[in-house]
C-alpha cells in the first residue's frame, strides 16, 4: 500500500481535482489509500464562519456556492455529493448564534466539514471517471484520538483495527485529513496544517511502502523561494534532517509529520501535483550527505526572545527547574533554549501566556523581553562532520553586518540556529544562501 495525502491547493478547483484522478489513477497498482485537505481556503472559512455566528454573519452561502461551483465543474450534482451535510453545517452556525460562544469543541465540529465534504467531491468525482472509490471519514476507519481539541492526538493501539477496515474497504478510500473523533464521537482536530500528520499515521498503521505528500511546489526547498529566488528542491533528506526543517519553519511538512514515518521506516515523499514528473523529495532514515554541507536554511519568524539573568544561579542546583516549571504552568512553548552559568535564553512563538509567566520568573530572576524575532537554521549532516561551518555562517552575517543574538545547536549537531531581528531575516536568508548554494 502507499498513502497519497492532496493538501488544500492540490484539491482546490476542478483542474486540480482532475490532475489527482490521474495521479492516483496511475498508481492504482500500489493501492493507494488517499487522504486530503479541505478544499484551499475553506478551513479558514469554516473557523470564520464559527468566530461571526454569533455576531449573526452569514458565510455558510459563500461556502455552498464554493462547494457547488467545484462539483458543477466537475460535471458533478451538489445535492448527491454531499447529501445533508450543509444542512448540519447550517444548524451548527444557528446553534453558534444562538448560544453567543465558541469553545474549542464547537469549533473542531465546525472545522470537520471542511475535510468531510472535501473528500466526497474527491470521491465522487474518481466514481464519475471510473475509479472505484468511496469517501469514508477517518474515524469510520477506526482514528480515535484523545480530547484535546484543536490540537488531538491518535489514542495508541487504534493501528490494527484501522489497518483490518481499511483492507476491507472495496476500491480506493479517500479519507479525510486533519479531523477525527474522540471516543465519545465528538469531532477532534490534529492542529492546523495537521493531515500531513494523520497521512504518516495511516502510512504507520498500514505498514505503507511509501507516504506521499503531494503539494503545491517541488518538495523541500534550500529556502523559501518566496524570498530566494534561486531557491531549489532537496532530492533527499534524513529524517533528522526533515524534523529539524519542518520545526523550524519549512511550511511543506508539519513537523509531526515524520513522527510515525520513523516508527516504521516509511520514506516520505513530498511531490507536485502540478510538477508531477518532478522527482521531488524523499525522506528516509540514512539520508545520503549529500553534494553540499548545508541541505537548506530555514527560518521562522516574530518569535519571542526571553533573557533571564540571575546571579543566584551560580554554582546552583535547580535553578533551570525552576524556569521550565513557570513555563510548564503557563504552558508556554519553547524552542530555542542557550544557558550560561548566570543566564538562560529562551525563544518561544507565542506570547499568548508570556506575561503571567515573565510575572513568576521576575521572582526570582531578572526578565527581558524583546520581540520581532527571527530565528535562522542552516540544517545539514554535513555540519557534523566539516570543519569551519559556524565560522562561514558567522563571517557571512559579520559581512552583512547583521547582527545576531542567541546561537544554538542541536545534540544532533546537524543544525546552526540563532537569532536576528525580524527585519534583517530575508537578507540573513539570501546571504546565507549564497554563501552554500550559489558558488558554482
Ligand atoms: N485543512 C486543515 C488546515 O487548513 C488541515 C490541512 O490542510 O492540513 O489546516
Ligand atoms: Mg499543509
Known amino acids: 500500500m502507499i498513502v497519497m495525502k492532496f493538501g488544500g491547493t492540490s484539491v482546490g478547483d476542478a483542474q486540480q481535482i482532475q490532475k489527482v484522478s490521474s495521479l492516483v489513477r496511475d498508481r492504482l497498482e500500489c493501492r493507494p489509500l488517499v487522504v486530503l485537505s479541505a478544499h484551499a481556503g475553506v478551513t479558514d472559512a469554516l473557523i470564520q464562519a464559527a468566530h461571526e455566528a454569533p455576531a449573526g454573519g452569514d458565510n455558510l452561502k459563500a461556502l455552498r456556492v464554493r462547494h457547488e461551483t467545484l462539483c458543477a465543474d466537475l460535471g458533478l450534482d451538489p445535492g448527491r455529493v454531499y ?10 452556525l444557528r446553534g453558534i448564534a444562538l448560544i453567543k460562544e465558541v469553545t474549542p469543541r464547537t469549533l473542531d465540529y465546525c472545522l470537520s466539514f471542511g475535510e468531510r465534504l472535501s473528500t466526497r467531491t474527491v470521491a465522487s468525482y474518481f466514481e464519475s471517471v471510473g475509479i472505484l472509490s468511496h469517501a469514508v471519514p477517518s474515524y469510520r476507519l477506526g482514528f480515535v484520538t484523545d480530547n484535546a481539541f484543536g490540537q488531538a492526538s491518535p489514542l495508541p493501539g487504534i493501528g490494527e483495527e484501522i489497518a483490518r477496515r481499511v483492507s476491507e474497504l472495496k476500491g480506493v478510500g479517500v479519507t479525510t485529513g486533519f479531523i477525527a473523533r474522540n ?6 482536530t490534529l492542529g492546523r496544517g495537521g493531515s500531513d500528520f494523520t497521512a504518516a499515521l495511516f502510512g504507520e498503521y498500514l505498514d505503507a511502502k511509501e507516504i506521499q505528500i503531494w503539494t503545491d511546489v517541488d518538495g523541500v526547498m534550500t529556502a523559501d523561494p518566496k524570498i530566494v529566488s534561486g531557491a ?3 532530492a533527499e533528506l534524513s529524517f533528522e534532517e526533515a524534523s529539524e526543517l519542518a520545526y523550524y519553519g519549512a511550511k511543506v511538512l508539519h513537523p509531526s509529520t515524520i513522527i510515525p514515518a520513523v516508527r516504521k521506516n516509511i520514506p516520505v515523499r513530498v511531490l507536485n501535483t502540478r510538477e508531477p514528473d518532478h522527482l521531488g523529495t524523499v525522506i528516509v532514515a540514512e539520508g545520503h550527505p549529500g553534494p553540499r554541507v548545508a541541505k537548506s536554511i530555514v527560518h521562522k519568524r516574530g518569535l519571542h526572545l526571553l533573557n533571564i539573568v540571575s546571579t543566584r544561579m551560580l554554582l546552583a542546583h535547580g535553578f533551570l527547574a525552576r524556569i521550565f516549571e513557570v513555563f510548564d504552568r503557563h504552558q508556554v512553548v519553547i524552542d530555542m533554549v542557550a544557558t550560561s552559568e548566570v543566564s538562560v535564553s529562551v525563544t518561544t512563538d507565542s506570547d499568548e501566556f508570556l506575561s503571567a509567566a515573565i510575572e513568576d520568573l521576575s521572582a526570582f530572576a531578572e526578565v527581558e523581553w524583546e ?12 555540519l557534523r562532520s566539516t570543519v569551519g561551518m559556524a565560522s562561514q555562517i558567522f563571517r557571512t552575517m559579520e559581512e552583512e553586518k547583521i547582527n545576531i543574538e542567541m546561537i544554538s545547536q542541536g545534540a544532533t549537531r546537524i543544525n546552526v540556529g540563532f537569532l536576528v531581528d525580524d527585519d534583517r531575516a530575508v537578507q540573513a536568508v539570501r546571504a546565507l544562501h549564497s554563501t552554500f548554494f550559489e558558488d558554482e
Open 83 to 92: 447529501g445533508s451535510l450543509f444542512d448540519e453545517l447550517s444548524d451548527l
Open 183 to 188: 471516543r465519545k464521537g465528538e469531532f477532534t
Open 232 to 234: 531549489r528542491p532537496i
Open 371 to 382: 520581540k520581532e524575532k527571527t530565528v535562522v537554521c542552516v540544517v545539514g549532516h554535513g
